[in-house]
């Protein structure tokens, strides 16, 4: 029973490239949450999706940041003409349709911006 | 606008001793706490948890303490072993916004021989 798997592990990207990060939730996990943990900082809510709906992306910047969660397939966190201040490391989460309280992480991506 | 705060950045403790971490958070609205432990280039593991309606929750080694009023919580680890040496994290949700966690800054706690 695999966990949550995230790829890639390590993500380089030159300023104003677009950043593709998936998550593959556990198997039976609906639910699917986005986090990114600056250097020396907790984690931040970005953004919760079930099957083809947004739920909350009140953590989302307003702009070049994009999460879907598509019928078929992974969980994708966009990000479009990236910036240095975007390198941080990016958690997945899941749970079972009844709550968080099932929560778990997957491994991160940690994505660097040179 | 730091709604959980752990005001400690690191804590080193003796291996057999106790470990307490602490946590405190402003919004009264949080009626849920839950204590995660990171190792590097690892995702948080959920530890243990509380609802708002207990002052304790016991799982082995692990305890967790509430104090509403004082909006305060902490974990404490008896015995310390060596692998509790990680970053622990505490978080919050509240029962509005079931699905959002909100995590303090972490405690790296190192366990030494």
């Known amino acids: 029973n695999a966990g949550v798997m995230q790829n890639p592990r390590h993500l380089v990207r030159r300023r104003g490239q677009e950043a593709r990060l998936r998550c593959s939730p556990m198997?039976?996990?609906?639910?699917v949450y986005w986090y990114r943990q600056l250097p020396e900082e907790g984690l931040k809510f970005m953004v919760y999706?079930?099957?083809?709906?947004?739920?909350?992306e009140s953590g989302m910047p307003k702009e070049r940041f994009s999460a879907e969660f598509p019928k078929e397939g992974p969980s994708i966190l966009r990000i479009q003409q990236v910036v240095r201040g975007d390198s941080a490391a990016y958690f997945c989460?899941?749970?079972?349709?009844?709550?968080?309280?099932?929560?778990?992480f997957g491994s991160g991506t940690r994505l660097t911006v040179v | 606008d730091q709604q959980v705060k752990q005001n400690s950045p690191s804590l080193s403790v003796q291996e057999g001793r106790i470990s307490i971490l602490n946590c405190d958070y402003t919004?009264?609205?949080?009626?849920?706490f839950l204590w995660y432990k990171k190792y590097p280039a690892e995702g948080p593991t959920f530890l243990i948890s509380?609802?708002?309606?207990?002052d304790k929750n016991e799982d082995g080694r692990f305890t967790v303490f509430l104090n509403k009023s004082a909006k305060h919580l902490s974990l404490h680890i008896v015995p310390s072993q060596p692998g509790d040496s990680a970053v622990y994290f505490c978080?919050?949700?509240?029962?509005?916004?079931?699905?959002?966690?909100?995590f303090g800054q972490g405690t790296r706690l190192t366990i030494n021989p």
């Open positions: 978080a919050a949700s509240a029962l509005q916004g079931a699905q959002k966690l909100v």
């Open positions: 999706l079930q099957k083809e709906n947004i739920i909350d």
């Open positions: 989460a899941s749970s079972p349709p009844d709550g968080h309280y099932g929560y778990t």
């Open positions: 509380i609802s708002s309606i207990k």
């Open positions: 919004n009264s609205m949080f009626d849920y």
């Open positions: 198997k039976g996990h609906s639910h």
